[in-house]
């Protein structure tokens, strides 16, 4: 709104320096990371090259380190937490968006921020004393013929890949399920009334918002994934921590940040640490570009929504 | 005829199934408050916040040493991450469009973004390793660094929000740009930044993963910065995966204070947004 003008005062740059700097750290705590896990996992990095991510034995006292049953194990059950919690959570948002009357609203946000803010090792905790035995109950009660099916196999634990996808997806759902309802908000009144006028039902009308806001909704969608990844604690404490490869959702697996969380205080020798560091390097790495894309859709819907009316609230900004 | 019945049917079917998935994404947190208040007001009592950790095998005994620990980790942090936070946020806001405050915030929505157990691993390297030391520093500084973004975008936001009058007239009685942000346009939005600020601290101070090998643990009273020091949330876990009875009894217990603690500051922080939004409407 202001031109610069040409010649500054001095107070006005200390003010621009000053908050600046402080705005340069934080550009440099992040850049910062990036460096220390890199130079910290070269060891590893190069010793072992891809072959890290291609082997399976994770031997930390005969110095052999593959990563791939962590990488296994952390995709499988996000993977799974996504196919348990997207539907839940479209649901949500559009119930809160698109059906909850006015006074539901308010009252259903504040519980899904609720099941945000509840810190990870109290899911965990609860996922060891109550959603274990239950998934332990329900395993043991698998018909004969399931059993041959891989996905069913295996001993009736409860530790393992279904605890952990299943806790996975009650703490994911919050966060794809508010995203979404900002994006369903954000599609414009006049779509709905358009397809109410042609005749539509509630529900083709709400498909039409759907299709409208598709491109923030997988943006959605792929936040919650970039949470489920870097989950930490409640599915240490579930998943049942054994590094092997396997589709059945009853074997007890390992995930990247679980691995992390119970070997990095025992790492003694360098080169175990810096595998654990290189895990951790390509877990910032991936969520890094998950979390990217994934801000690229949601911000890119929030372009379309405003055509710019210029209201007198915007704040005035330089256009420099 | 009969398309238009199936037509409406489907909709029908599909407004119950939203309406069935509130319900099933409200359940679990149901349980977890169900099953965290049962178990945990059993186990809690004045001797959870007074006394310290028995030895295995001994029945009783508290987590006095870990609520104090959680507290002086968590208060490291904030004085770490507020004035980076704040300013930063300020930077951002005041300079608006720049390549810097877009660059900012792009680093702002990153951090906020990376898994916490990755942050306790960047923070063991530069702030344990070195060192050859756990510490109750390394501890805040981690919580420091996730509290950063959250801080920062709370303020950005929050001054964006205050009206542009208010700005203007400051400038137009001579403030300087410095003196008009300090002295109007921050005031105006201290009690929405404090709030951010609250939110904060409480999802922080449930953090596990990025104190397990920077905080650490620790069986004594301590509250020197420089030795590892004993947190609640690391303490529910060590308790949770150990296969004593008591133990789970006394992680119950910390669980629940840890649940209250994020309840009371999320009902606080919505009463103070209720109010500043009262306040600009009316």
Known sequence: ???????????????????????????????????????????????????????????????EFGARPFIWGTLYSSILALIISTPIALGIAIFVSELAPGSLKRPLVFLTELLAAIPSIVYGLWGIFVLVPAVRQLETMTPEWLKTVPLFSGPPLGVGMLSAALILAIMVIPFSSSVAREVLKAVPQSQREGAYALGATRWEAIRMALFYARTGIVGAIMLGFGRALGETMAVTMVIGNSPQISASLYAPQYTMAAVLANEFAEATDDLYLHALVEIGLVLFVVTLIINFISRLFIWSMGRQKRPRPALATEPARSAA | MNRDAWRRGLSHAVILLCGLSVLIALLPLALVLFYVVTQGITSLNLSFFTEMPKPVGEAGGGMANAIAGSLLVTLLGAIFAIPIGIMSGVYAAEYAGTRLSAAVRFAADTLNGVPSIVIGVFIYSVAVLPFRQFSALAGGLALGVMMIPLIMRTTEELLRLVPTTLREGALALGATRARAVFTVVVPAALPGILTGILLALARIAGETAPLLFTAFNNRFWSTDVRQPISTLTVQVFTYAIAPYEDWHR?????????????????????????????????
Do not use: Y
């Not at chain 1, 910290?40 to 005969?62: C, K, M, N, Y």
């Open chain 2, 250 to 282: 006394q992680a119950w217990a910390g669980a629940l204070v840890l649940v209250t603690m994020v309840l009371v500051c999320s009902l606080l922080a919505r009463v103070a947004t209720a109010r500043m939004e009262k306040l600009q409407r009316g």
């Open chain 1, 1 to 63: 709104m202001f031109a610069r003008p040409k010649n500054v005062r001095p107070d006005e740059l200390l003010f621009r320096a000053g908050t600046g700097a402080f705005a340069v750290l934080l550009i440099a705590i992040v850049a910062a990371i990036a460096v220390i896990l890199t130079s910290e996992s070269q060891l590893s990095i190069r010793h072992f090259g891809w072959s890290f991510w291609q082997t399976d034995t994770w031997d930390p006292v005969a110095g």
